[in-house]
């Protein structure tokens, strides 16, 4: 009986997750969109992650409007950090209106740049946020059109 509900409970995994991914999503096309790492120095929040075309044919995606990834507490929004020039902490990220040189987050004047993505073909990008406080954890991270990450508190 144990060997059954196994068996199920791996039939309706989702998407398949490796463990070297903190998490997988869906994202456009059908794609993966891996949880690669989530880690908290000097009051800042990265969150690195893949995304990864998981299918044989190329597609052109939008790039993800950096304005619009966001990471939610119960009671907070937060936006991606910027510096002191009002670039934001987020790579790799384009302010062209056109890219197609790898880069997947666009700036809120590159409006229409897309990536090509053949089939198989993965893309890491990173983020920066101000890290949430000790009793805001777990957050929500939302990438545009990708369910939503649940992250807990990285240990120290």
Avoid: C
Avoid at 17 to 41: C, M, R, S
Avoid at 42 to 66: C, H, K, W
């Amino acid at each position: 009986m144990k060997r059954l509900l196994l068996a199920a409970a791996l039939t309706i995994a989702g998407p398949a997750i490796a463990d070297n991914y903190l998490d997988t999503q869906f994202g456009p096309y059908g794609w993966e969109v891996h949880l690669l790492k989530a880690t908290v120095a000097n009051d800042v929040l990265t969150v690195a992650f893949m995304i990864e075309n998981t299918g044989t044919d190329g597609e052109r995606m939008d790039l993800l409007d950096v304005t619009e990834v966001v990471y939610t507490t119960s009671d907070k929004k937060f936006p991606v950090l910027q510096d002191a020039n009002g670039d934001y902490l987020a790579s790799p990220i384009t302010y062209e209106q056109s890219s197609d040189d790898g880069n997947l987050f666009r700036g809120p004047d590159a409006q229409g740049s897309t990536i090509y993505m053949s089939g198989g073909e993965k893309q890491v990008g990173w983020v920066k946020f101000e890290a949430p406080g000790d009793t805001d954890w777990p957050v929500d991270l939302s990438l545009p059109g990708v369910s939503p990450f649940v992250i807990a508190k990285p240990s120290q």
